[in-house]
């Protein structure tokens, strides 16, 4: 059981970059994967990316594979989505997850933060 805290969400033009960060505490005594989900408006929650403790095995949804880029702090208490090639498509609500596992469906992960706004400009 982790706490998560995002940052780095904000305005970009299309074809631009942007760096979310992700900050756990509380219970980070135990290896746990992290990872990434976002609503877009009036769309469900999807999956983005997922990270396991060590950062060996690296998940990308589709639509960001080659533009989106997961990885974790040196600690490995933080996570990071660095986002390039922005499109108005991936304008959304992200939110870091974590569990001691991986799943591509929101309802596996135990840990949410509160969410950071990304809207990308045409």
């Known amino acids: 059981q982790v706490q998560l805290v995002e940052s780095g969400g904000g305005l970009v033009q299309a074809g631009g970059s942007l760096k979310l960060s992700c900050a756990a505490s509380?219970?980070?005594?135990?290896?746990?994967?992290m990872g990434w989900f976002r609503q877009p408006p009036g769309k469900e929650r999807e999956f983005v990316a997922a990270?396991?403790?060590?950062?060996?095995?690296?998940y990308y949804a589709d639509s960001v594979k080659g533009r989106f880029t997961i990885s974790r702090g040196n600690a490995k208490n933080t996570v990071y989505l660095q986002m390039n090639s922005l499109k108005v498509e991936d304008t959304a609500v992200y939110y870091c997850?974590?569990?001691?596992?991986?799943?591509?469906?929101?309802?596996?992960?135990?840990?949410w933060g509160q969410g950071t706004q990304v809207t990308v400009s045409p």
């Open positions: 990270i396991s403790w060590t950062g060996a095995n690296l």
């Open positions: 997850v974590a569990d001691v596992g991986v799943s591509r469906t929101y309802e596996f992960w135990s840990s």
């Open positions: 509380g219970d980070t005594t135990s290896t746990y994967s």
